[in-house]
């Protein structure tokens, strides 16, 4: 994908978005300019979460994928202000992955979305050396897609760190 470089596209779209968009398979989009190119690259990654459960069958398959290479995974949620029950959320799911891959270094942060959810990601993703950001996305129709783009589409448009899209079941 451009990345950052396709912002004159955003207004009509991209290919990777409308593969990631119907695609039932996981996507693994790196963009022109991305400083890692491969999975083998990969050392910090950075998993996206809403809470929901689609997210535990999207984590496993992204494990498959990087089981053979030793990451540290931060388990994160984008919120408008601290909450209390945010936290309390990220530290049981980091305790279950934890058990259920106990070679994987974890660790849970709460993204502040003091601006709009991708300026806020891409700050997050500068300050910690992430090297792809993971997310888990379920089918959308096309009004949807049109006037609320989700996360992943946005983030095509806005970084150079490679997106594994995991579509959700």
């Known amino acids: 994908t451009r990345g950052k470089s396709a912002k004159d596209l955003e207004m009509i779209g991209s ?9 039932k398979t996981p ?5 022109e300019d991305a400083k890692v190119r491969n999975l083998s690259e990969i050392k910090r990654i950075v998993f996206l979460t809403n ?18 290479y030793p990451v540290k995974l931060f388990l994160a949620h984008i919120a408008k202000k601290d909450d209390v029950w945010n936290e309390i959320k990220l ?21 502040d979305q003091s601006e709009s959810s991708e300026v806020s990601l891409e700050k997050f993703v500068d300050e ?24 992943a589409r946005r983030m095509l448009f ?3 760190t490679p997106i594994l899209v995991v579509k959700g079941f």
């Open 91 to 111: 530290s049981g799911l980091q305790k279950y992955l934890t058990e259920s891959n106990p070679r994987l270094q974890t660790e849970y942060k709460l993204i």
């Open 51 to 68: 809470f929901q459960e689609r997210e535990f069958k999207a984590f496993d398959i992204m494990m498959k994928f990087l089981k053979p």
């Open 158 to 160: 806005h970084s150079d």
């Open 15 to 23: 290919v990777t978005a409308e593969v990631m968009d119907g695609c």
């Open 128 to 151: 910690n050396n992430i090297d792809m950001i993971s997310l888990s996305s379920s089918r959308r129709n096309l009004f949807a897609r049109m006037f609320n783009p989700g996360i």
């Open 27 to 31: 996507i693994f989009a790196v963009p």
